[in-house]
């Protein structure tokens, strides 16, 4: 900064701090000059507040002795020196001047004991307020002295005013009292300036850098202080704009029934303005007393006021009596509750005329329509009466409508049509009972006892319904039912048909069980069983004579024939004069009720017979034409269950005798299988065994080396060939034993584990050749086993041989052995080789199975080791399981039962 910089900010240092010490020397100079004119403001105060303070029990105390005696019409003299008794006896202490009693004409009375209160009559702001109930004080300052006036109302019990108090107080003695206080305050306020003035003299220096910062955050706070009370204002005016207007009749009252505040609405209906518009803002109705305002219309809202100024809410609807003339309303109080104490209320009037007028209106209009809805319900119901009268007559079933004194009202035509002797007799207004005798008197049978009536409480109740039989084999359904109303509902329901049924089900019933009967006989054959069924059938349809005749090129060939008939013979022709036959042979029932055979009259019943998925023949019955019955379509279906009961039993017979015979011939099949094997196995070993035998001579050069080297290794690979060949037939061979179940065992009791290791050493150059290692986990105390020692050793060599065979080389064979004398002993052959998928286990497991695979194609074999040896230890009671997967190898589980252990003595 230059040294300018510095001089300037050090003289304005200076000048501010001048201007600081000038300001608060003047302000000093002022607050002294003002300070007695403060105190003696500060004086007045008090004495005010005092007296304000006195006026309330001043004003109880008027009040009280107003209540305790009969206030008269007019004041006296002597009663002015009453109250000025009393306001002395109760303010005592206040310095009071003057007692004024104010009549309601204007004149005033002065007590004789109580100082003068010149020119006071005369002044119309003082008697106004006294007359008018108010409690107004005023400070008067003549300079030298200084006067404190006061008004208060007389009142009468009612609350009417009979005049009013005006007090006159000196306040010259509390200015007086204060002249102490003036001096200490003087000596206070230099005291103080002083210490401000050291106090401006220190922060001036300190926050002068601050002044700027300052001086805008008030300009800005005054900035903003002005924009609040810009917003105060547009918003105090928006409220006056809106609650001036306001259509709604609302006032509010105080405490003491006088409106504090009222609508312009409120004073437009009342009259107050008469047809003028009201002006925004006016409140004339301010100080009105309430009850006066409302006139006669009091006494319809005088039980709400007193619930409203009891702090509850009462609403009530009547008819007022305004200026403009007589509308219904709707008034509301809302209690005003001001420090949990009720000040008044709030009171809205709601003009409901035209409501009134539209409920009146509504009122009229729902009568007139219950008229015009009364008039058509009884057009309706005769309307609906004689419709259902119709109706009734048209439904099928019988109907009677019984009024509550059981006398007839309704009774349809279908009625009339099921009892038409009765129908001249069951007219409206029959009795009850009297058409229950008729009816009894019609019944020739019913299926329950006695008559029960439905009780007919005020619920509906439905009687048990009653099957009789009336004459001409009637029979009818009737109910029962009454009504809420106690109305009885009869209904007759035509039910002869379904009785028919019954009785024909029940016959057929007793038909089925006989069928039933004849057909389950163990004892009886075809032979006697197809004549009992054509004997049931003749019984069932009333026909003379049945027959079961096969089709046999075009003519049918009776084979079965019951009944006494010339041409119904067994193993003759059958004759069906007057029959379609291709129609019975294509399927569809033929039933010829009157046909001619010969110069008599005949009823036929003809059914196809369908036996091993063909048309095997028919089944015939015959009857004479008068004596056979109408048959329903019930005997239909029995005689199509005759038909096929014995197209079963014909196929059922026919199919035995194919498979007796197809059994036959796999017998002599077996039997030539078996023969030929056996021939074929002396025929092929005898010559086997001498090209092993004559090449193994060659190898072993018995009788001389061979002049080329070369024959002694084909003669190794004739001797290996034939031993395979043999290998290949004894497999084959024994597969055809086991087959045939000729297989037997030679029981023996076998170690396990020489089993085991025997096997391990006949395979041990295999090993060797595919690289493979053996494992073995064979407890030393496995117990014997009995068995085949031959047999169990080729199963062992079998399952060795597959896991060598099909396992790459540097793999592991492992073989383990477990027994636990309850469960048997498994003996498990596992390997970690090719493996193979779950659905080639069961190819591998049949005969000549072949399971195509790289190293597979690379080993001939027939197929027949697993199967084989699976079978061999099925004979020994046991089961060979296997359990691989692709990449994992394959393990096989052989286990032998309990009883195939030997037991250690």
Known sequence: MSVDGQQGKAWGLRLATLFSLCFVVLAALVSLLLSERRVRELALELSLQEVWGSLPVLSSALEGWSSQTQAPAELSHDLALVVYSLVMREIHHLPVTAVVVVYPDGSAVIPDAAPALPDLSSDPLWLSSALRGYKPVWLQDHGTSVEIIAALPLERRDGSLVGGVLLRLDASSALNEQQIFLRVYRWCVGAGFGVVFLIVLAICAVFWRARVHDRQLLVREGALRRHMEESISALSCSLQDITGPLPAMIARVDHRQHYVFATAEYCRWFGTFGTSSVPVGTNLLAGENFEFHLGENYAQVSDLVVAALDGLSAVSEGVWSFPDGVRCVRVELQPVFERAAVRGF??????????????????????????????????????????????????????????????????????????????????????????????????????????????????????????????????????????????????????????????????????????????????????????????????????????????????????????????????????????????????????????????????????????????????????????????????????????????????????????????????????????????????????????????????????????????????????????????????????????????????????????????????????????????????????????????????????????????????????????????????????????????DIAVALAPFGQIDSSLSRRHQGTGLGLPLSRSLVEAHGGTLSLVSAPGKGTEVRVWLPPDRLVQRA
Request: include cysteine.
């Open 346 to 839: 709030f009171i809205s009037i709601t003009d409901i005329t035209a409501m009134k007028r539209l409920e009146r209106d509504l009122r009229n209009a729902r009568d007139r329509m219950e008229e015009e809805f009364t008039a058509r319900t009884l057009e309706h119901k005769k309307t609906v009466e004689s419709r259902l009268a119709e109706a009734l007559d048209r439904v099928s079933e019988g109907f009677l409508l019984w009024d509550s004194q059981d006398c007839l009202l309704i009774c349809n035509q279908a009625f009339r049509l099921l009892f038409p002797s009765l129908s001249k007799r069951v007219v409206p207004g029959i009795h009850y009972a009297e058409v229950v005798a008729l009816l009894d008197a019609l019944e020739v049978a019913s299926a329950s006892d006695g008559h029960d009536r439905a009780s007919g409480d005020t619920s509906g109740q439905l009687s048990r319904p009653r099957e009789r039989c009336f004459r001409d084999s009637l029979w009818v359904l009737m109910t029962e039912t009454r009504t809420p109303e106690g109305l009885t509902v009869m209904t007759f329901t035509d039910i002869s048909e379904r009785k028919a049924a019954e009785l024909a089900l029940l016959s057929s019933e007793a038909d089925l069980r006989e069928l039933h009967r004849i057909t389950s006989d163990p004892d009886q054959g075809m032979v006697e069983k197809v004549p009992a069924l054509l004997q049931l059938g003749c019984r069932r349809f009333d026909m003379t004579g049945a027959c079961l005749a096969r089709c046999q090129g075009d003519v049918l060939i009776s084979d079965y024939v019951v009944g006494r008939h010339d041409d119904l013979k067994v193993g003759q022709v059958l004759s069906c004069a007057g029959m379609s036959l291709s129609d019975v042979l294509e399927g569809r029932e033929i039933l010829v009720p009157s046909c001619t055979q010969g110069e008599t009259a005949q009823t036929c019943l003809a059914v196809r017979v369908v036996a091993c998925r063909r048309t095997w023949g028919i089944l015939f019955f015959r009857g004479p034409g008068q004596a056979g019955r109408c048959l329903q379509p019930a005997d239909l279906e029995f005689a199509r269950l005759l038909a096929l009961w014995i197209g079963a039993r014909i196929t059922h017979v026919e199919t035995e005798m194919h498979l007796r015979a197809a059994l036959e011939q796999a017998d002599a099949a077996s039997r030539s299988k078996s023969l030929f094997l056996a021939n074929m196995s002396h025929e092929l070993r005898t010559p086997l065994n001498a090209i092993i035998g004559f090449s193994d001579v060659m190898a072993s050069e018995i009788f001389g080396a061979h002049t080329a080297p070369q024959y002694k290794d084909y003669s190794a690979s004739i001797k290996d060939s034939g031993q395979h060949l043999l290998s290949i037939i004894n497999d084959i061979l024994d597969t055809a034993k086991v087959e045939a179940g000729h297989l037997t065992l030679d029981d023996d009791v076998i170690k396990p584990v020489d089993l085991i290791d025997g096997t391990i050493r006949l395979l041990q150059g295999q090993l060797s050749a595919a690289g493979l290692t053996m494992r073995t986990d064979i407890p030393a105390d496995l117990p014997s086993i009995r068995g085949d020692a031959r047999r169990l050793r080729q199963v062992m060599l079998n399952l060795l041989s597959n896991a060598i065979k099909f396992t790459p080389s540097g793999g592991v064979v492992n073989i383990t052995a477990l027994c636990a004398p309850a469960d048997g002993m498994t003996i498990t052959v596992s390997d970690n080789g090719i493996g193979m998928r779950t659905d």
